[in-house]
C-alpha cells in the first residue's frame, strides 16, 4: 500500500530568471518505510519537503498522501490534515520556549482539543518510548540539544502521522546525540511501524534508513536499498555521494 | 494542557517581552481611570463648558493615541514570534485557533494592566484629586468609590484589546509566517533611498519652520494645519530617506568609513535606521506633542500669573453708564458694604472726568489733581502739583495721539509737561487740572455724556473674589454697569492654564512612557540576533572594548536622532508661541526640555547597561 504518491512534481522560483528547483519527480512510499533522502546543497532536497509538508505549493505535479491531495485542500480542512496526518521534525528543534518538555510534546493534542487525561496518558507512552520522562516537568533552556530533538520527535509522532518528516534531524547534535536520534528514529519505524522520510547530509544518519533518494539538480539521480547490514549500506551512501560529487563528511 | 492554558502560558512565561508593553498599558489605564474618576466626582460641582469639553477631549485623545499604541506595539512583539508561529502552524494549528490564541494573549495583558491600572488609581486617588484641585483651584474633593469610572475603564479597555486583537490578526499572514518556515534566509535588501526625495524632505522641513515663522493670529486657523502636515511628512521622509542618504554619503567616504569601528557601527545603522524608520516617526512625533504641549501650556501658565500686577493694577473696579447718580450709589454702597463684611480694609477712589467740547465737537477728558494724585499714591508713580493755570498732559501709551488743549472754561492755560502713563479704565489721553480749577468748569462746556467710576485697592486682594462672585449673584443681569475683580479674574485664569497643564502633562506621561516602551521593544526585539552578531565579531577579533564603543554609539544614535528632530520641532513650535501670542517661552521651554533630556539620557543608560550585559554573557558562554 502506497502512503506516499508523488508525481511529476516540479518546482520554480523567480520570476524573469526562472530556476527550476524540482524537475518531474515522481516516486512513491509504501506504509511503513524509512526513506532518506539525499543530495548536495541546492539539489532540491528541502524544497522537496517543503511542498511534502504543504508549507509551499507545488508549481505542477501531485502530492498523494495516503489517498488524500494535501494541494487541494483550503483552510482549516488543510490545518486538520497537517495536524492528523503530518509530524515534523525539524533541525533546531524548533520547541516553544513558554511550554515545558511536557506541554511540547502534547501540544498537538492540544490543538486537536483531545481532553486532558487523555493528553496525559499518550504523553507517558510517548515519553517513556523516547526516553524523555524524567524531561517533562523542565523548560526547554534546561535541557541539552539531543533531549531538546527527542522531544520534538515525540511532539511529532504524538498523533501517530501517517508520514514523519524530518529535515536534518542531527545536524545540530554531537555525535553520540546523533547515534541515540538515529536509534530512536529506527526504533519507532521498527517497532510501531512509522512512516518516516528524512532529509539529511550525514551519512551515519542516513545508514539507519531502509532506502536512500539520491537528488541531484532537482530530480532523482539514484536510488539504494539496505540489504540489513548498517555497515554496508553505509560505505554503499559514501560511494553514491563521491559519485554525486557532493560533501562525503556531511555537516 | 488545554488550549487556553496554553494562551495563558505564553503570556505569562514570557514575561521580558511582554514587560515594557505591560507597562506602558498599566500607566495608561491608571491615568485615564483617574481621569475619568474625576471627570464623573459628584462633588465636583459645574464647571465652564470649555473646561468639561477639554477634559473629556483630552480623555478622547489619550484613548485614540493608546490604540495606536497597543496596535503598534503588539504588532512589533508578534513579529518576533513568527518562527513560533511558523511551528505551531506546522503543528496544524487553525485559522481560528491562532486568532483566539492572539485574543486571549492581548485580553489577559489588557485586563491586568488595567485592574492593576485601577489599584493604582484607587490607591493613589487622594493625591490625584488633590493635584487637581490645586490646578484647577477647586475646594477639596472626598474619596468616592467610582463604580461607574471602573466600569467605563474596563469596557474601553477591553474594547481596546478586541479591536487591536482583531487588527493584528489581519495584519499576521499565513505567507510570512511560513517563510520563515521554507529556511530560504534571504539576507535584508540594501536601503533603498532617493536623493531627490531626501532633500525634498529637508525643503520641506524648512518650508514648514519659515510658513511658522509668518504665522500671525489672524492667519493662524488657516496655515496651522498645512504646517502639521508639512511637518509631519518631512519628519517620515527624514528617517525614512534622508538620514540614509546621509549615512550611504559616510560609507562612501572610505578614509573614514574604513577606520577602525567606524565599518561596523556605520553599516548597522545604515539598515537599522531604513528598518525603524516608522518608530523614529512615531518617538519624534509623539514626543514634539509631550514637550509642545508642556511646553506652551507652562508658559502660559507662568506669564498669566507674573503678569496680573501689570495688567490688572487695580484690586476692584466699577464702572456705570447709568447717568443717575442714585443708580450708582446704591451699588456701590453695596460692594462697599460687602468689603466691611470680610473684613477688608480699602481706599476707595472715586474717579471723576469731565469731558470738555472742543471747538470741532472733540471732547478731551480731564481730570482734577487730587484724583490724580489718589491713583499716585496707590500705583506708587509720582505726585503732580499744579498751580492755577497749569495743566499736565497724561498720554496713555497704548495711544499715544492726543489733542492738544489751550484753554478751560474759557480760561487759557499751558501745558506744563507730559508724562507718559497708563490709568486703569482709561484707554485715552487726558489732562490734569487744578481742583479749584476742575469744580469751576460750568456745565455748558462740559459734555453730558459722564459716567462714574470707583476704584477699590484693599491690603489682600487674594480672597476679594467672593465680592465679586456676591456682587454677580445680585446685579449680574443689569448690563449698565461693569464690575471687575482682580482676585476673581486671576482665580479664572489660574483655573484655565491649570486645567490645561494638567491635561498636557496628563497626555505627555502617556506618550513618554510609550515612547519608552517603543525602545525597549526594539531593543528586545533586535538582542537575539545581536547576540549571534557580536559573538562572530569575537570570533574574528573584535574586542568586548570595541563592542562596548559600537554599542554606544549605535544605541546613542538610536535615542538622540528623534531627540534631535524632536527638539528642533518644540524650538520652532514654541518660538512661533512667543511671536504669536507675545508670551515668553524661553525658561518654560528650557524646563520641559532639559527634564525630558535627563530622562532621555537616564533612560539611555540603563538600556546600554542592560544591553551590554546581555552581550557579554552571550560572548563569555
Not at chain 1, 507545488?58 to 490545518?79: F, R, V
Not at chain 2, 492572539?102 to 488633590?130: D, H, P, Q, R, W
Not at chain 2, 538582542?527 to 559600537?550: A, R
Request: aromatic content about 14%.
Amino acid at each position: 500500500m502506497d502512503m506516499l504518491k508523488v508525481s511529476h512534481l516540479s518546482k520554480n522560483y523567480g520570476k524573469e530568471v526562472i530556476y527550476q528547483a524540482l524537475n518531474q519527480i515522481s516516486f512513491s512510499i509504501e506504509f511503513g518505510e524509512f526513506v532518506g533522502v539525499m543530495g548536495p546543497s541546492g539539489s532540491g532536497k528541502t524544497t522537496l519537503l517543503n511542498l511534502l509538508s504543504t508549507v509551499d505549493q507545488p508549481t505542477t505535479g501531485d502530492i498523494e498522501i495516503k489517498g488524500i491531495n494535501p494541494i487541494q485542500l483550503k483552510g482549516d480542512e488543510l490545518a486538520h490534515f497537517r495536524r492528523r496526518e503530518l509530524g515534523f521534525v525539524f533541525q533546531d528543534f524548533n520547541l516553544l520556549d513558554t511550554l515545558t518538555i511536557g506541554e511540547n510534546v502534547v501540544l498537538p493534542l492540544t490543538l486537536d482539543s483531545i481532553p486532558v487525561n487523555e493528553q496525559e496518558k499518550e504523553l507517558y507512552t510517548i515519553a517513556n518510548i523516547l526516553r524523555i520522562e524524567h524531561l517533562l516537568n523542565k523548560r526547554t533552556y534546561e535541557v541539552s540539544g539531543g533531549e531538546a530533538q527527542r522531544t520534538a520527535i515525540a511532539r511529532a509522532i504524538i498523533r501517530r502521522p501517517s508520514l514523519l518528516l524530518a529535515d536534518e534531524p542531527t545536524g545540530n547534535l554531537d555525535s553520540k546525540a546523533a547515534r541515540i536520534v538515529m536509534e530512536l528514529f529506527e526504533k519507532i519505524n521498527k517497532e510501531h511501524h512509522q512512516t518516516t522520510i528524512m532529509v539529511t547530509h550525514d551519512p551515519v544518519a542516513a545508514s539507519y534508513c531502509k532506502r536512500i533518494i539520491f537528488i541531484k539538480d532537482g530530480a532523482i539521480y539514484n536510488e539504494i536499498y539496505s540489504g540489513g547490514s548498517r555497515q554496508q549500506f553505509y560505505q554503499q551512501i559514501i560511494d553514491v555521494l563521491s559519485l554525486l560529487g557532493g560533501e562525503a563528511n556531511g555537516v | 494542557m488545554e488550549f487556553k492554558q496554553f494562551a495563558f502560558r505564553n503570556v505569562l512565561r514570557n514575561g521580558k517581552a511582554y514587560f515594557a508593553y505591560f507597562i506602558s498599558t498599566f500607566v495608561s489605564a491608571t491615568l485615564f481611570f483617574s481621569l475619568t474618576m474625576f471627570i464623573l466626582h459628584p462633588d465636583k460641582g459645574t464647571f465652564k463648558s470649555y473646561i468639561n469639553l477639554s477634559l473629556f477631549g483630552a480623555e478622547i485623545i489619550a484613548y485614540l493615541f493608546l490604540i495606536l499604541f497597543v496596535f503598534y506595539s503588539s504588532s512589533v512583539l508578534l513579529k518576533k514570534r513568527y518562527k513560533e508561529f511558523g511551528t505551531l502552524y506546522i503543528l496544524g494549528i487553525s485559522r481560528k485557533q491562532f486568532l483566539k490564541m492572539i485574543y486571549i494573549e492581548n485580553m489577559i495583558i489588557n485586563v491586568a494592566a488595567t485592574i492593576a491600572g485601577i489599584i493604582t488609581g484607587l490607591v493613589f486617588s487622594k493625591l490625584f484629586l488633590e493635584i487637581i484641585e490645586k490646578l484647577l483651584r477647586l475646594s477639596s474633593l472626598p474619596f468616592y468609590f467610582p463604580i461607574r469610572a471602573i466600569f467605563i475603564t474596563i469596557v474601553c479597555f477591553l474594547l481596546l484589546s478586541i479591536f487591536v486583537s482583531l487588527i493584528t490578526s489581519i495584519f499576521v499572514k499565513e505567507k510570512d509566517i511560513l517563510r520563515l518556515l521554507k529556511a530560504t534566509n534571504a539576507p535584508s535588501p540594501t536601503p533603498k533611498f532617493s536623493k531627490p526625495i531626501a532633500v525634498f524632505g529637508i525643503v520641506l522641513l524648512i518650508t514648514g519652520y519659515v510658513f511658522s515663522y509668518f504665522a500671525k493670529t489672524e492667519n493662524l486657523e488657516k496655515i496651522i494645519l498645512i504646517i502639521l502636515a508639512m511637518v509631519v511628512i518631512s519628519t517620515y521622509l527624514i528617517f525614512s530617506q534622508f538620514v540614509v542618504f546621509v549615512i550611504a554619503l559616510i560609507k562612501n567616504n572610505r578614509n573614514l568609513y574604513l577606520k577602525n569601528t567606524n565599518l561596523i557601527w556605520v553599516s548597522n545603522l545604515f539598515y537599522r535606521i531604513r528598518d525603524n524608520a516608522k518608530m523614529f516617526f512615531i518617538i519624534t512625533i509623539t514626543s514634539s506633542a509631550a514637550v509642545i504641549l508642556s511646553g506652551a501650556s507652562y508658559t502660559f501658565w507662568l506669564n498669566t500669573l507674573s503678569g496680573i500686577e501689570e495688567r490688572y493694577p487695580i484690586d476692584l473696579t466699577y464702572e456705570t453708564y447709568d447717568k443717575t447718580a442714585s443708580f450708582s450709589a446704591n451699588e456701590v454702597q453695596f460692594i462697599e458694604d460687602l468689603l466691611k463684611k470680610h473684613h477688608h480694609s480699602y481706599k476707595k477712589i472715586v474717579v471723576d472726568y469731565k469731558y470738555l467740547i472742543q471747538e470741532d465737537k472733540s471732547e478731551i477728558p480731564v481730570m482734577k489733581s487730587s484724583v490724580y494724585n489718589q491713583f499716585a499714591k496707590a500705583l506708587n508713580f509720582n505726585l503732580l502739583t499744579l498751580k492755577d493755570n497749569e495743566v499736565i498732559q497724561i498720554i496713555n501709551p497704548e495711544n499715544p495721539n492726543a489733542s492738544i488743549l489751550n484753554s478751560v472754561a474759557g480760561k487759557p492755560v499751558h501745558v506744563k509737561e507730559s508724562i507718559s502713563q497708563s490709568l486703569p479704565l482709561q484707554n485715552n489721553s487726558f489732562y490734569v487740572v487744578e481742583d479749584e480749577l476742575f469744580e469751576d468748569i460750568e456745565n455748558k462746556y462740559v459734555s453730558p455724556s459722564k459716567y462714574a467710576q470707583y476704584l477699590f485697592n484693599t491690603k489682600d486682594w487674594s480672597k476679594t473674589y467672593v465680592i465679586y462672585d456676591e456682587y454677580e449673584k445680585k446685579f449680574g443681569n443689569n448690563s449698565k454697569s461693569l464690575f471687575l475683580s482682580k482676585s476673581h479674574i486671576f482665580e479664572t485664569e489660574k483655573r484655565a492654564y491649570g486645567t490645561i497643564m494638567f491635561l498636557s502633562i496628563f497626555l505627555s506621561i502617556i506618550f513618554f512612557v510609550a515612547t519608552g516602551s517603543f525602545i525597549y521593544n526594539k531593543y528586545y526585539i533586535d538582542e537575539e540576533s545581536d547576540k549571534q552578531k557580536y559573538k562572530q565579531l569575537y570570533k574574528i577579533g573584535v574586542t568586548f572594548e570595541e563592542m562596548k564603543k559600537i554599542i554606544s554609539i549605535e544605541i546613542g544614535v538610536m535615542f538622540l536622532l528623534p531627540y534631535i528632530v524632536a527638539t528642533f520641532h518644540s524650538a520652532v513650535a514654541l518660538g512661533a508661541l512667543q511671536k504669536i501670542f507675545k508670551v515668553e517661552v524661553g525658561a518654560a521651554a528650557m524646563i520641559v526640555m532639559g527634564i525630558f533630556l535627563l530622562l532621555q539620557i537616564a533612560y539611555f543608560f540603563i538600556i546600554r547597561l542592560n544591553y551590554l550585559n546581555v552581550i557579554k554573557k552571550h560572548l563569555t558562554f
